[in-house]
Every structure is written in C-alpha cells, then in structure tokens.
Nanobody, 114 residues
Framework: QVELAESGGGLVQPGGSLRLSCAAPGIRFDIQAMGWYRQSPGTKREFVAGISAGGRANYADSVKNRFTISRDNAKRMVYLQMNSLKPEDTAVYYC????????WGQGTQVTVSS
C-alpha cells in the first residue's frame, strides 16, 4: 500500500506559485503532525513546514510568509501553498509524519527558474 504520495510540482518562474498535495492513506492521519520537507542535489533533506493534528503550523525561516501548510483530515491530505518562489526553493518536496515517519515517498520536483 502506498503510504505517502506527493504531487503538484513543476517548473515555475521566480515569483510564481505552486500548490503541492500529499495523500497519506497509510498514516493514522487524524492524530499525526504532518510535515513537508525538501531535498536538493548534494544536500540533506530539510524541514520546510509542519502542521499539528489540530492545525497549528510552523515554518522554516527560509519560507516564512511565503509558504502556507494546511490539512484536510477527512481526506487525509496535506497541502503546501508556495508563493513568491525563489530559485533556492528548487528541490524535491516530500511529506511525512513528523514524529512517526513512514518510508519516504517519491516526492515531487519543484524547479524555480526563468
């Protein structure tokens, strides 16, 4: 069973927007804090944003005021709205449970370039 499936990535110009989606059918979603992470070539995977089961969000400093994480517990979905994208946001983006992570999914590629 697929536990995590990310989608919504693509190529966008600097200043543009994308909305990522994560389906988490294999996670006990309603009680789990969920997070978005990203990894670019040659770097470690880094935390981008997290959201508690109750909807409280926190963000990496690099994306504050540009990205918004949200969740739909009924659909077991997590979203990441990314605005004012910068070339340094280019990475593969992943979602996972924050405190009980599953095997990582395939991720979705985000490329910010003119």
């Amino acid at each position: 069973q697929v536990e995590l499936a990310e989608s919504g990535g693509g190529l966008v110009q600097p200043g543009g927007s994308l909305r990522l989606s994560c389906a988490a059918p294999g996670i006990r979603f309603d009680i789990q804090a969920m997070g978005w992470y990203r990894q670019s070539p040659g770097t470690k995977r880094e935390f981008v944003a997290g959201i508690s089961a109750g909807g409280r969000a926190n963000y990496a400093d690099s994306v504050k005021n540009r990205f918004t994480i949200s969740r739909d517990n009924a659909k077991r979905m997590v979203y990441l709205q990314m605005n004012s994208l910068k070339p340094e946001d280019t990475a593969v983006y992943y979602c996972n449970s924050v405190f009980a992570p599953k095997d990582w999914g395939q991720g979705t590629q985000v490329t910010v370039s003119s």
